[in-house]
């Protein structure tokens, strides 16, 4: 069997001294999340609301801690206006973000969300990068992760709807 | 109106006085402000490098402070905040039960009113009652104080209670002079993770 794209990100965050991981439960994120909260190096904290891992993510860095926020497509749209402290306050975060409403999309109400969460992202100074084949995520996930946390700013990594369609839902 | 206190009721603390309380003797807290008056107040006492005194990020406050306590387990974090801007971010209120940091203190100065925008009444005029939805977000010990007799007890809470720990501490809703710190949002991290971590905060990456 080949080894699932999460298994690679939750070896990468530990190579990257990552100590926080936050998210709201998600299907394409399951499996990573499922990682992070049985491996005892890290700390998974459950979310109510995407917002909060913004907050929770520049408490950590004030403390000394790396931290990943993982989201649906979704939650982008839920952390518009705390995004604004990571740019006021130079605080580096990586997201890792799980595409819905871009392709074959089954939910009408998940498109408009879905459309925009590439230009909301860099319309609020967040780096964007986009992975839509397996073997592209952990070389951009690392990449986001270096240049969030050697230049002090937040990056995102968009993962296709396609690629989780295939790997995740049909599961 | 009923955001008004009727008489009999004891007079209403004064915010920058149990501030003041809160934040003697510190020690080696680490002191979140949430935006407007909490972050004046905390400024008033002190500006110290180890206020972190919000400018923005309305709703954030209680959870920058539960970051920052599992960053730091072997210290204690208090987050001073205000009615409204708690409001905005109830939700955390769940997030820092399900964690329990035992080092997190969540202090909501509740005058009733959002204070910055022209001293509008806030839910909490109307009844809503923050220490009950933090007793039901499983906070080990949450409490309303009126008189300035809990103030100090609550600051040796702060600093050596099993937490999470909230208090809502009922203020009047007076309009006080601005006392600003720093605004530039880049300043304050840096000088609060150089007080906290040492140079070497400079370098992390």
Redesign the interface.
Known sequence: MRTHWSQGLHQLFKQQGI??VSFVPDAGHAALIGLCEADREL?A?????E???????????????K?VLLMQSSGVGNCI??I??LS????PLAMIVTMRGDWAEFNPWQVPMGQATSNVLEEMGVLVTRADREEDILPLAEGALRIA??TLRPAALLIGQRLLGAKTFDN | MAAKASKGKPKALDRREVVRMLLDKRGDLLVIAGLGAPAWDATAAVDHPLNFPLWGGMGGAAAIGLGLALAQPDRRVLVLTGDGELLMGMGSLATIGAQRPRNLSVVVLDNERYGETGMQASHTAFGVDLAAAAKACSFVSTKMLTTIDQVGRLRVDIHRADGPLFAQVKVAADKLPLVLPPRDGAHLKDRFREALLGKDAHFQR
């Open positions: 100590r926080q700390r904290v459950r979310l109510t609301t917002e909060e891992g913004i907050a929770l993510a520049v408490g950590a860095w004030l403390g000394g801690d931290s206006n705390m604004s402290m006021a306050c130079q605080v946390y050697n």
